[in-house]
């Protein structure tokens, strides 16, 4: 029986492709199928593993049993305080006022001594009589909580005055003036350089063998009618003005040219001025750019203007 990779026990595959132990994902048919599926086999186990009514309550008494509980303190003996003895009351002085009370006679003497008349008593004056002796605190209870002695009351505290301001300085100290604010700065000014005016237009009919043409003006002619340009320029030598865009020069592969654009290079059309191998040494000189005069003769057009047999001027 195979291992699981997971768990490493011998195992059985069940129905929905798990391990009977684990539940690992098992895809490899080397193990041996179970009619049951792994969370059919998790209940069984899990209802076997249950405990009975009986057994929980049993558990539960011998654990409550065995719990130590916590450790029980001994019985405060209550302490007996002697009581204070009984302060007797103070005995009143006798006044200046009043005569001093005699002594008693002796018995011996007091039966041969004719008894006395028997005097009303005098009222005794509210300031001879004694004051009452103050009643000693109630013993406190054993157990008893006496209540909290209050709590003497805060003081207020009293704000600290500030010192009186020197003399000449009574009056207050003026605010600070902010400083001014410096004035906004001045935008920028942008200088729009005027265009340059465009070439005066030229009519096909207006042009003739060996006549001076710039380049904007030969695109101008196609792009208005490029059939008619077409024919009208066939077979005539022209001197083309304008800026070199491109050199070319390839002598292994017999290609000599240069792409001459107008000023602005917005032109549509790209005008090829092709030269032979007798004066491909003039185009070693010339840089993108810079302004040229080639004279050359029209040759037809596909995606440039061509001339053929260009010589520079």
Known sequence: MPDCPNCGRHTLRTKDWACQWCGYPLMSKSFKVIDKTFKELEEERNLALKPTGSEDESEIATEYNSEPGPPVAPPVKPVSRPR??????????????QPPVAEP??????????????EPPSEVQPS?????????????????????????????VQPIASPPPPPGQNEPAPEPVPPPM???????RII???????????????????????????????????????????????????????????DQLDIRYVMVTSAQNKMTWGLRCTFNKEGSSQLAS????????????????????????????
């Open 286 to 313: 010339l840089k993108e750019g810079e302004a040229v005069a080639v004279q050359g003769k029209y040759e037809g057009y596909s995606k440039n203007i061509i001339f053929k047999d260009c010589v520079l001027i």
């Open 128 to 156: 001879e009589v004694p004051p009452p002796a103050p009643e000693p605190p109630p013993q406190a209870q054993e157990g008893a909580v006496l209540p909290p002695a209050p709590e003497p009351a805060p003081e207020p």
């Open 192 to 250: 729009v350089e005027p265009e340059p005016p465009p070439e005066p237009t030229i009519k096909l009919e207006e042009i003739q063998d060996g006549m001076e043409i710039t380049a904007e003006q030969i695109d101008a002619l196609f792009r208005t009618a490029k059939e008619r340009a077409n024919a009208k320029l066939a077979e005539k030598t022209l001197v083309i003005r304008g800026v070199v865009e491109k050199v070319f020069i390839k």
């Open 105 to 118: 006679p002796p018995p011996e003497q007091q039966s041969a001594m004719p008894s006395p008349a028997i």
């Open 182 to 188: 410096p004035p906004p700065a001045a935008k920028p």
């Open 84 to 97: 204070p003895a009984p302060v007797p009351p103070p005995q009143a002085q006798p006044s200046a006022m």
